[in-house]
């Protein structure tokens, strides 16, 4: 009977500290998502620098602009006026985009509280001279945070970006509603 006893100890042992792995390997795990996520919100990692092929380094070169939306939970019931994919051949209009976007505000460091994500986000890809630039992620949910023109940034407080992306896909008056969807 100790033995049984004994290997029931031993076997809960070995249970508990395969548990004690898992939830360390867990925590280093969100703690490498809090390093990222921080990295998103306010401190660019080297993929977030500038580069010679980011817009804001050729906004008067633009001349052609793919707007693409990215819905991360399919399963949602979001409907939107206007398709998934738009190509816009003006140059001013963005052009026009590619301004506004350059000029957002930096997203700010510290905690506060977004609105709930519904995982709508649209991937901009300007061309300049028939040369593709690099892609920008716009959320149209959550923090609403723009990534890839150098600092992260947002439009939360820009409600102009909307409009001016509206304008250039011709949908007519847009605001950041029309570009998360309704219900």
């Known amino acids: ?19 004690a ?15 990222a996520t921080d990295a998103s919100v306010g401190r660019p990692s080297a993929a977030q620098a500038p580069t010679a092929r980011n817009v804001c380094a050729h906004t008067r070169d633009v001349d052609r602009l793919t707007i693409g939306r990215v819905n991360a939970f399919p399963q ?3 409907r939107f006026t206007f398709p998934a994919k738009i190509t816009v051949t003006g140059a001013g209009r963005s052009q026009a985009v590619a301004q506004e976007l350059c000029a957002l505000p930096a997203m700010p460091s510290g ?20 040369s593709k630039l690099a892609p920008v992620t716009v959320n149209a949910t959550g923090c609403e945070t723009v990534n890839g ?8 407080l820009s409600p102009d970006f909307w409009s001016v992306l509206g304008t250039a896909a011709g949908i007519g008056p847009a605001d950041q509603a029309t570009f998360a969807g309704s219900l």
């Open 76 to 78: 949602n019931p979001e």
């Open 111 to 130: 905690t506060f509280s977004c609105p709930a994500d519904e995982g709508i986000d649209y991937r901009l890809v300007f061309a300049a001279g028939g």
């Open 21 to 35: 792995a898992l939830a360390c390997g867990a925590l280093t795990g969100c703690g490498s998502a809090a390093t």
């Open 149 to 156: 023109v150098g600092p992260v940034r947002w439009t939360a």
């Open 1 to 19: 009977m100790e033995e049984g006893a004994a290997m029931g100890a031993g076997s809960a042992v070995a249970t508990l500290a395969a548990f």
